[in-house]
């Protein structure tokens, strides 16, 4: 089966940094995604990792160690408008998901950003 | 925006009908995805058409359905309403085979009553 986890909820304070965790237990991997939600509407790409290591994305970035099973999105200077769900999200490798690749989404983590 | 147009934005329909939510993808993407997201739940994976075939299957109804048209637009029906039904119908286009992000859509909110 399928599996990707992530904290339901995080508060953290304008100005700070804050880290979202998401561990996966998935049959292949080819990527990780994350993706950010504002209540009622569309995800909106934030970041793609395929190989271990850090990718930097201005105050973004994203960590993926595939051998854990882990990666984490990291917000730095928070800004209120960061409030919303982030969504950790896995493509399955073809070869386990029917001949083609299929991304699926972990339930999200609310943060909310106090001033 | 990010060019994935769906249509209605809203829907309100009673249980037991039939409906069918359309999606027009990003202009050259030849992948449509299909999501699910009930309150306060992740997006769940429903089904994906690539160039007008269907290509992976995830939690979808035996009620509901999907095509994708030569021009690439695709159409989720969903029959037989129930309650439970009541979500946001997200679309999402990439331009191969999921070898890049999705794109979503703004999504079709639905309420069965």
């Known amino acids: 089966g399928q599996n990707i986890d992530q904290p339901t909820e995080m508060t953290a304070t304008e100005g700070a940094i804050v880290q979202i965790n998401c561990t996966y237990q998935?049959?292949?991997?080819?990527?990780l995604f994350w993706y950010q939600q504002h209540a009622g509407e569309a995800p909106t790409f934030l970041s793609y990792n395929v190989l271990d290591g850090l990718e930097e994305k201005g105050r973004f970035s994203s960590f993926l160690s595939r051998s854990k099973g882990y990666s984490y999105l990291l917000l730095k200077e928070l800004q209120m408008k960061d409030s919303a769900s982030y969504l950790c999200a896995v493509r399955l490798s073809a070869g386990f998901s029917g001949g083609y690749n299929k991304l699926i989404f972990g339930a999200g983590t609310r943060l909310a950003v106090h001033p | 925006d990010s060019g994935v147009t769906q249509t209605p934005k809203h829907l309100i329909t009673a249980t037991g009908q039939r409906v069918t939510l359309r999606c027009s993808p990003r202009s050259g993407d030849l992948s449509v995805y299909w999501y699910q997201q009930s309150l306060d739940q992740g997006l769940q994976f429903l089904i994906q058409?690539?160039?007008?075939?269907?290509?992976a299957k995830g939690n979808i109804l035996e009620r509901f359905s999907a095509q994708q048209f030569p021009d690439l637009h695709s159409e989720l029906n969903l029959s037989s309403l129930e309650l439970g039904d009541s979500a946001l119908y997200f679309c999402?286009?990439?331009?191969?085979?999921?070898?890049?992000?999705?794109?979503f859509g703004q999504g079709t909110r639905l309420t069965v009553v």
């Open positions: 058409y690539y160039n007008g075939e269907e290509r």
């Open positions: 998935t049959s292949g991997f080819n990527g």
């Open positions: 999402a286009s990439s331009p191969g085979l999921g070898n890049t992000e999705a794109f």
